[in-house]
């Protein structure tokens, strides 16, 4: 059964760092990853999707990395804004088919300004 | 446009009570889902339907019953509504079965008394 695991849990940082977030999932037999956003009270927004095949995806300030063998991937945000304070969301579906996301618990990452 | 939408936006109801959540996309998507959000903010799939019909069912207590009246649109119907039901419900669509970026109406959040 798939697992997916974020580290950290939280994360509070100044205004301007680049910082990293880490996800793993215990089965690497995936078709893709993708990662979410939550802002308080609402709706999941994704962020970007990679595709197993792929190693890296970048849209604007994020860039995500796919480490498929090692069951790993990692958003990197450069510098940072507070408009990024959010919960971030690590996702990916277990294999073929209509089965619907496993995600992890997420990391709750505030920017100080 | 809203491309996920989902009805009511918030639900307040007693226990043994009978309720229903609808969703629509106007994505033209073939794939849509129901995941239940609980308290500790864990994100777990419920159901998954491809072109109107059953796709996954994660042990979810027969007191839930999706219905698809048409590829646009994924009703969930509860039964007998209890304490622990208390939770954020998202729906969910993609373009093709676990293959694509799933996109996340706004949520429902239900509260049971």
């Known amino acids: 059964k798939q697992e997916v695991t974020q580290i950290p849990a939280a994360l509070s940082v100044p205004e301007g760092e680049n910082l990293v977030l880490n996800c793993s999932f215990t089965?690497?037999?995936?078709?893709?990853l993708q990662w979410f956003r939550q802002d308080p009270g609402k709706g999941l927004t994704s962020l970007l999707l990679i595709q197993s095949s792929q190693r890296e995806q970048t849209s604007g300030r994020l860039n995500a990395s796919l480490d498929k063998s090692s069951g790993r991937s990692t958003l990197y945000i450069a510098a940072s804004q507070p408009g990024d304070s959010a919960t971030y969301l690590c996702?990916?579906?277990?294999?073929?088919?209509?089965?619907?996301?496993?995600f992890g618990k997420g990391t709750h990452l505030i920017i100080q300004p | 446009d809203t491309a996920v939408s989902q009805t009511p936006k918030y639900l307040v109801t007693q226990m043994g009570n009978d309720k229903s959540i609808k969703c629509e996309q106007n994505?033209?998507?073939?794939?849509m889902y129901w995941y239940k959000q609980d308290s500790k903010k864990f994100l777990k799939i419920m159901f998954s339907y491809n072109n109107k019909e059953l796709i996954i069912n994660e042990t979810v207590p027969n007191r839930f019953s999706p219905k698809s009246p048409d590829k646009a649109h994924l009703n969930l119907h509860i039964n007998s509504l209890e304490l622990g039901d208390s939770a954020v419900y998202f729906c969910?669509?993609?373009?093709?079965?676990?293959?694509?970026?799933?996109?996340f109406g706004p949520g429902t959040r239900l509260l049971v008394l």
């Open positions: 996702a990916v579906p277990p294999g073929g088919g209509a089965d619907g996301l496993t």
């Open positions: 969910a669509s993609s373009l093709r079965a676990g293959e694509e970026t799933q996109y």
């Open positions: 089965d690497s037999a995936i078709y893709n």
């Open positions: 994505l033209g998507h073939d794939t």
